[in-house]
């Protein structure tokens, strides 16, 4: 019986700390800003990075640049790129790709999601392998980024911990990402 009792006094000490805990972060917003310099360097993290596509579209990624353009929703970004077509290359290039964000509440981390090229500059394509090479240029952006956040919030931050909660909003401001979290 006293065990009982015991068991019901701390599931009923539990709920009131987790009610507790929500009360105190409902309706509070948790904005975060980052700076194109912020996202350049934590996107160039382990790069160049070379890997394989299509079968014979060897694709290596290297120097990204962030672009935030005021009032946008997405994260404009060049990288260049090297392709390698079997016997032909490699051929080098850049391309300029957008991505909304993408926030990982487990991870606590911003991801760039649907990748969208907006541009090619790839000299020396056959034609032929022109819409391939431009596929293969497709998934390695979305495997890029996909792997690798653009930032990730500082799990012993009190305030970036408890900013692990919803995305709420996110802009660009001053050419700065702005990301709203909350509940």
């Known amino acids: 019986m006293a065990k009982k009792r015991v068991i019901v006094i701390a599931v009923v000490l539990a709920l009131a700390a987790v009610a507790g805990l929500l009360l105190h972060f409902a309706g509070k917003e948790y904005v975060y800003r980052f700076s194109e310099a912020q996202l350049q360097r934590k996107l160039g993290e382990r790069l160049p990075l070379t890997r394989r596509f299509l079968a014979f579209f060897e694709v290596t990624l290297s120097q990204p640049r962030v672009h935030l353009r005021e009032g946008a929703d997405r994260v404009a970004m060049g990288i260049d790129v090297a392709l390698g077509l079997g016997s032909v290359g490699p051929l080098g290039g850049s391309v300029d790709v957008s991505g909304g964000v993408r926030y990982d509440s487990g991870r606590g981390a911003f991801f760039l999601t649907d990748p969208v090229i907006e541009r090619v500059a790839v000299q020396g394509i056959p034609e032929k392998y022109a819409g391939k090479a431009r596929e293969a240029l497709t998934m390695a952006l979305a495997a890029y980024y996909a792997e690798r ?9 009190a305030r970036q911990a408890a900013g692990r909660l919803v995305l709420r909003k996110v802009g660009i401001e001053n050419r700065e990402l702005v990301v709203t979290l909350g509940l």
């Open 149 to 157: 956040p653009i930032y990730t919030l500082n799990a012993t931050d």
